[in-house]
């Protein structure tokens, strides 16, 4: 399970499609049984996890995804974030970029590399205006939602597993 993903660097690979098969891949080797969860307008919302799976698996999957969840060096995101800043339109005061920096980086360190630096690299194609957080993060989370909410789905599934266990052991002990 160690070799979910071969490692590139973040221009030769595209951002949505790593996530998908971030996600495809964990469930081939850890043979997990997945289903999409959707909304009415078939909207993807998450994953459950269908099949039982032992605590060993459950937490090798967890580590092999969060490996690909690297987050982007700080001089990174914020190189990527004065490039934006030079190819958008924005307010002429420029005192407060330092503050706005470190505020976009810190929130930017919570997400996977590519994702990140995909996101910044064509938002100066997508807008005349230097973005707003709000559509940093919903651009970012698009581009990683299906590994975060494979991660939450494993989360799940390992704290559903872990009640059920603790049950079982009341039930043991008062019989």
């Known amino acids: 399970m160690n070799q979910l993903i071969s490692a590139k660097p973040p221009d030769a690979i595209n951002a949505i499609q790593a996530d998908k098969a971030a996600v495809n891949s964990l469930m081939l080797t850890a043979g997990l049984q997945v289903e999409e969860r959707l909304s009415t307008d078939f909207d993807f919302q998450g994953y459950i996890i269908t099949s039982h799976v032992g605590d060993d698996k459950l937490a090798e999957a967890h580590s092999a995804l969060s490996a690909t969840m690297a987050p982007a060096a700080d001089n990174q995101i914020a190189k990527a974030l004065l490039k934006l800043r030079a190819l958008t339109s924005h307010r002429a005061e420029g005192a ?76 043991q002990r008062t019989a």
């Open 96 to 171: 407060d970029i330092d503050i706005i920096l470190e505020a976009y980086v810190e929130k930017l360190r919570e997400y996977p590399r590519d994702a990140v630096l995909e996101s910044l690299g064509k938002m100066s194609d997508q807008s005349k205006w230097f973005p707003s957080w709000v559509e940093i993060k919903d651009d970012v989370e698009f581009r990683c939602c299906h590994r975060m909410q494979m991660l939450r789905a494993i989360e799940r599934k390992r704290d559903e597993q872990g009640r059920r266990a603790i049950i079982r052991e009341v039930q």
